[in-house]
């Protein structure tokens, strides 16, 4: 009877390991550990999962934090720590280990025993990427690159093309009358990439770098400037010896400058409206460059405004006989000050309004001729 008892008794163990096990004879973690694996769990350093400890990556807890928890599955919280620029996980140096890695202090909470393990890498440090040239360093900047930048960077750029590129070609000093401009708007804060004032100085300034690195030999391209090829023929000129005259060089000179920003405006058309202060500005720069061109003639205009002037001002006539002086330093391109001047002075004078704009450009000499003046007296 004993016997039975035990057999049958047996056999009811038997029945009831068939029911826990499943038919396919595979044994799922949570059912073998009594469902311990993938429930939460709370130690000190934060909440986690149990997990086996193969599978930790963090701080697993050896002490019974998880439910009816066997060796193998443990209280696993992972915190992510970073050293420098690597990153890894807050792991126990005593419990878990840092295989493959190193451990580092201070990265992680709780006790000193739990420190940041880095692991190390095993893939192949990448070849630096090359250096990209710089195309200022070969006078290929695109209109783009150029505009791009800030109003000082092309102020620096203007500066270092005369000194380092354009002595060979006679031409080291020849656009101090560009960087009198360029200063003016970077003083104002005019002129920030992607602007009207923007495209249009970019213009001037791509045309200057291709015409004289298509004479230097250092490229064939224009960027699709019309100035370039102007202001090609004014470099070997220049190289040559130079103009026959001041005025041959001025109005050389002056129709390279007028292509290279006519570009330029007709870009920023495209894309931009001006506003009146912008219209009067460029409508400004073709003043300069008639007197340029026209020095004769804009002799007799300014004597003409400044005996106007002198109606409320009579200290102005003394100032007739220098007149001839004043349009030879108005139009000194080789000098900063006098187009820094100018800008200032049409900027922050002339009513930019469309009445006064219609009547350029004599509404410009007639206010800025005294500005001129005072200028030309402290230069």
């Known amino acids: ?88 996980f807050c792991r126990s140096k005593s419990n878990n280990g840092c295989s493959g890695g190193t451990f580092h202090t201070g990265a992680c909470p709780g006790s000193s ?49 005369q000194a380092n590129f354009f002595g060979p070609l006679n031409a080291g000093n020849q656009f101090r009358a560009i960087e009198g401009v360029i200063t003016f708007f970077s003083q104002n804060n005019l002129g920030a990439p992607n602007s009207w004032v923007s495209y249009v100085d970019a213009g001037i300034v ?11 030999g250092l490229h064939s391209k224009d960027g699709g400037n019309p100035g370039t090829a102007l202001w090609a023929d004014f470099f070997r000129k220049m190289k040559a010896g130079g103009y026959e005259d001041r005025d041959k060089h001025d109005f050389g000179w002056s129709i390279s400058e007028e ?43 300014i004597r003409g405004v400044i005996t106007v002037n002198a109606v409320t001002n009579p200290s102005l006539l003394a100032f007739l006989p220098l007149v001839d002086d004043l ?27 469309p009445a006064s704009i219609a009547q350029l450009p004599v509404e410009i000499l007639k206010k800025i001729v005294p500005e001129l003046i005072v200028c030309f007296k402290n230069r």
Request: with cysteine; net charge positive; aromatic share 8%.
């Open 1 to 88: 009877m004993k016997q039975y008892l035990s057999t049958v008794l047996f056999s009811l163990a038997l029945h009831h390991l068939g029911a826990t096990f499943p038919t396919n004879g595979r044994v799922d973690d949570r059912t073998l550990f009594g469902r311990a694996v993938g429930d939460t769990c709370r130690a000190s350093e934060g909440s986690g999962k149990c997990l086996n400890t193969s599978d930790c990556k963090g701080i697993s807890y050896p002490t019974g934090l998880c439910p009816r928890d066997p060796s193998n599955v443990q209280c696993c919280v992972e915190i992510t720590c970073r050293v420098g620029s690597n990153s890894g």
């Open 113 to 161: 025993d739990i420190q940041c393990c880095i692991k190390l890498s095993t893939s192949p440090t990448p070849s630096p990427l090359p250096t990209p040239i710089d195309c200022r360093k070969t006078l290929s900047c695109t209109f783009a690159q150029i505009e791009a930048t800030s109003m000082d960077t092309r102020l620096a750029y203007m500066k270092a093309m």
């Open 206 to 216: 791509e045309g200057i770098q291709n015409g004289g690195a298509n004479v230097l």
């Open 259 to 301: 292509k290279s920003t006519g570009y330029g405006k007709q870009l920023a058309d495209a894309k931009f409206s001006a506003s009146g202060r912008e219209s009067l500005w460029y409508m400004s720069t073709q003043v300069f460059r008639w007197i340029m061109r026209n020095k004769g003639l804009s002799v007799a205009a």
């Open 327 to 353: 349009v030879d330093w108005f139009t000194d391109i080789t000098d900063i000050k006098p187009t820094l001047c100018f800008s200032k002075a049409v900027w922050d004078v002339v009513d930019p309004s």
